[in-house]
């Protein structure tokens, strides 16, 4: 038995030799030893706090492998490609991993090797899975997300209520549930949903001293993410809402001689995201201009501005993203972009992406029929996904079809991959059948054999530009190829650059119409009320905008942080519009500026009050002009 003395030590080694850190963050190192002690455990902390470390540390110390139960897939790889990064054991369970994959995993675990299990919620009622975690010992469950299992939760997966009686069943092994975003009404329902035995809790305030609020309504959005920019020379990321803002604002900030901006978004292969992502990790200047693809997980703590170039959907997801700036405690910006065009906008996206009931099922119909699924029929295969043919039959949008997907995808009804992947091959027959083919058919298939190895036993994934690079045939006459013989029936191919679907609930007409709608039709609802939210959030100029993201969380009685939009421009009505000119002497006082460069750092101030003061410094002589844009002190 170790000593208490010894343990201590042994936490500290542990956390330099795989995190390269001397000491713990805030309330981490008590969260760890609650839950090494077998205490159930339930942390709030706010993004930044560093709440996955609460679990990979002990998960190394504790004998057994941690199970984590994680919403999202995304997710799940992002945290197992880091921990692997570390060259700590993990892996993850995803419906989209063939039995032969699976099946080395769970013999990972039972052997002892793997430290940590990622898996989705919806896995703890898979018979295989069950049977096989008989042989595996859990040194305790994490549960990461916790808000995931509230109704009144900004992302409610019915699937969280498995952990429950997965946990009556397995006693022993104790929780630690960990959310970044929680009110009071949901931190009560992940206590009792999950059944935690007198938890030990840690609740840390939402407030961060360091980060300075800005909410701006601004015409051209494009020229003020520009100014910010160019007067910011750290590390940033900027919120769009469509893979194609993030393009389209990229390439205009290039054109204007930007060249540490990349944009990041769901559309990109592994392999772009990986690169794009390291440069900007490693990096003290570069800016990412990203969708909320990005983000999940990260681990930077130079971070020095967050821009939303449009709203986020709720108060919560804005307050992760936000959270992301100065984890490191240095000072740092968040600015958000609105105008009240854009926001009506909006209320007609949200609108014009909720399907009534009988759009939704005309969409579910479709994908079952397609694909010729019989009621109470599971079919083993992938399927490859024509968005546009559900389009056209459907007369439906795009945000109509993808919502649905989406849902059914949540509640793992369907493997949903609408993301550039590697592509996937198998051989259906056998190797001494090959030379029974015609004689082009079976000259391709050896090619294949010398070039992907292990597609005669189980199902592989690989990329077509590299058998492209060895064969030296095009891309594009290899997926014709192959298209060809998997229509003859000689081997199953999914082309990774389109949309595929998997079903992996038997189709149940039932449950569809009733159950599943109004789930469906619940999330519709409260998507819409967060959103609601969000835009009183946004529009309110009475109220210190720390204080309402406070409120928001339950946290009363806070003081104003004294340094947002709302609490400067007070400050300033108190001075008198004389305080401006003063602050612009300053600003002038170091370096010449543009209008812009003096706007971004008076941000709180209108551009017009701006304007009207350095005119005013020009005609008193303060101040002159060095060129036609640019001002310096006289």
């Known amino acids: 038995m170790i000593s208490p003395t010894d343990f201590q030590k042994l ?27 077998g205490k159930d455990t339930l942390a709030l902390l706010p993004t930044g706090a560093g709440k996955s470390l609460c679990y990979q540390l002990p998960a190394l110390l504790k004998e057994g492998v941690c199970l984590v139960i994680s919403p999202l897939l995304a997710l799940m790889k992002d945290q197992v490609n880091q921990l692997k990064y570390h060259q700590i054991e993990a892996e993850y369970l995803s419906s989209e991993l063939d039995d032969f994959d699976a099946e080395v995993i769970y013999n990972r675990c039972k052997d002892g090797i793997t430290k940590l299990l990622y898996i989705s ?68 329902e992940i206590k009792t949903k999950l059944e935690l035995k007198n938890p030990t809790i840690f609740q840390r305030s939402f407030k961060r001293d360091n980060i300075k609020i800005f909410t701006e309504e601004v015409s051209d959005k494009y020229q003020r993410v520009l100014d910010i920019l160019k007067y910011a020379t750290d590390s940033g990321i900027v919120y769009v809402r469509t893979r194609k803002e ?39 200047q570069n800016v990412l201009i990203s969708t909320n693809a990005f983000g999940m997980g990260i681990d930077k703590d130079n971070v020095r501005f967050v821009i939303h170039f449009s709203p986020s959907p709720s108060i919560e997801n804005y307050y992760q993203e936000i959270g992301r700036a100065g984890r490191d405690g240095k000072k740092s910006f968040a600015f958000l972009l ?67 997907l989406t849902f059914l995808h949540n509640q793992e009804i369907i493997y949903f991959n609408d993301n550039k992947s590697l592509s996937s091959l198998e051989l259906l027959i056998k190797s001494d059948e090959i030379d ?6 079976a000259y391709f298939i050896e090619l ?38 998997q229509q003859k029936g000689y081997l199953e191919y999914i082309d990774g650059a389109l949309s595929s679907v998997k079903f992996l609930k038997p189709r149940d007409e039932r449950a569809i119409n009733n159950a599943y709608w109004k789930l469906f039709e619940h999330i519709q609802k409260n998507k819409i009320q967060k959103w609601e939210e969000m835009k009183f959030y946004i529009e309110d100029n009475q109220y210190c905008k720390m204080k309402l993201i406070l409120s928001y969380f339950g946290e009363k009685d806070t003081k104003n942080c004294v340094q947002c939009t709302v609490c400067e421009r007070k400050k300033q009505s108190i001075l008198g519009g004389q305080n401006i000119s003063l602050q612009i002497i300053d600003i002038l006082s170091k370096n010449p500026a543009t209008i812009e460069e003096i706007s971004v750092q008076l941000s709180y101030h209108p551009k017009e009050n701006i304007l009207e003061n350095l005119i005013y410094l020009l005609d008193s002589g303060k101040v002159k002009m060095q060129n036609f844009r640019t001002y310096m002190l006289a």
Not at 13 to 37: A, M, V
Not at 338 to 359: G, H
Not at 436 to 441: A, G, I, M, R, S
Request: net charge neutral.
């Open 11 to 37: 936490k500290y080694e542990t956390l330099k030799h795989f995190w390269g850190y001397d000491n713990f963050r805030d309330s981490q190192e008590e969260i760890i030893d609650s839950i090494i002690y």
């Open 121 to 188: 919620p919806e896995r703890l009622t898979n018979i295989q899975f069950l049977q096989q975690i008989q042989e595996i010992q859990f040194s305790f469950i994490a549960v990461d997300e916790a808000h995931c299992i509230s109704e009144w939760g900004q992302d409610f997966r019915p699937s969280y209520q498995n952990i429950k009686d997965f946990r009556r069943n397995n006693p022993e092994i104790p929780c630690l549930a960990l959310t970044a975003t929680a009110t009071p009404k949901v931190l009560d």
């Open 246 to 284: 993030a393009e389209q604002l990229t390439e205009f900030l290039h054109q204007k001689q930007l060249k540490n901006v990349d944009f990041f978004h769901a559309g990109l292969t592994t392999k772009e995201k990986n690169t794009k992502q390291n440069i900007w990790k490693n990096s003290n």
């Open 338 to 404: 609105w105008n009240k065009q854009e926001l009506s906008n909006f209320d007609q996206i949200l609108k014009n992406q909720t399907p009534n009931k009988a759009e939704y099922l005309k969409v579910i119909s479709y994908l079952y029929s397609i694909f010729q699924v019989a009621e109470f029929e599971l079919p083993e295969k992938t399927f490859q996904l024509n968005l546009t043919g559900i389009q056209n039959f459907t007369n439906l949008s795009k945000a109509k079809i993808n919502n649905i």
């Open 436 to 441: 029974q083919l015609p004689q082009k058919d």
């Open 448 to 485: 294949l054999l010398r070039t992907i190895s292990g597609i005669t036993t189980h199902k592989v994934m690989f990329s077509e530009q590299q058998v492209s690079n060895k064969i030296e045939v095009s891309v594009h006459l290899i997926k014709e190829r192959l298209k060809e013989l």
